[in-house]
């Protein structure tokens, strides 16, 4: 149950993004959830393996680099999504990424874990 609610959560921050930015478009909530869910693949299969490959650069970027992981794993969302989920550049992916992680954890430590530990 709490990765649909991850889900809901990554699909919710991925149209506030999309709102607040012109280079991130969006068509619907429906195209986030999607998009969501195929965030979720891209993180679990491709994410290790390039965590691994880059693994020099990040401990010398004391974990930055992490970040362009994860825009990398954004625009290859993007790119599967095609049409409905469009990135126009790589900053706009990175900063995406940034901002994504942010409102993620925000939202996860004070709303959502507060709700389930009741």
Do not use: C, H
Not at 9 to 29: H, M, Q
Not at 39 to 65: C, D, E, M, Q, Y
Not at 67 to 89: C, E, K, Q, Y
């Amino acid at each position: 149950m709490s990765w649909l609610i991850q889900l809901i959560v990554n699909a919710v921050v991925l149209l506030i993004i999309a709102y607040f930015f012109n280079g991130i478009e969006l068509t619907g909530f429906g195209a986030a959830v999607i998009a969501s869910l195929i965030l979720a693949v891209v993180n679990v299969i491709v994410k290790p393996i390039l965590v691994v490959l880059t693994l020099p650069i990040t401990i010398l970027s004391l974990g930055l680099f992490l970040f362009v992981i994860n825009a990398i794993t954004l625009m290859l969302t993007a790119w599967f999504m095609g049409d409905s989920f469009v990135i126009d550049g790589f900053f706009n992916g990175l900063l995406a990424a940034v901002i994504f992680a942010l409102l993620n954890a925000i939202i996860s430590n004070f709303i959502i874990d507060p709700l389930t530990k009741r």
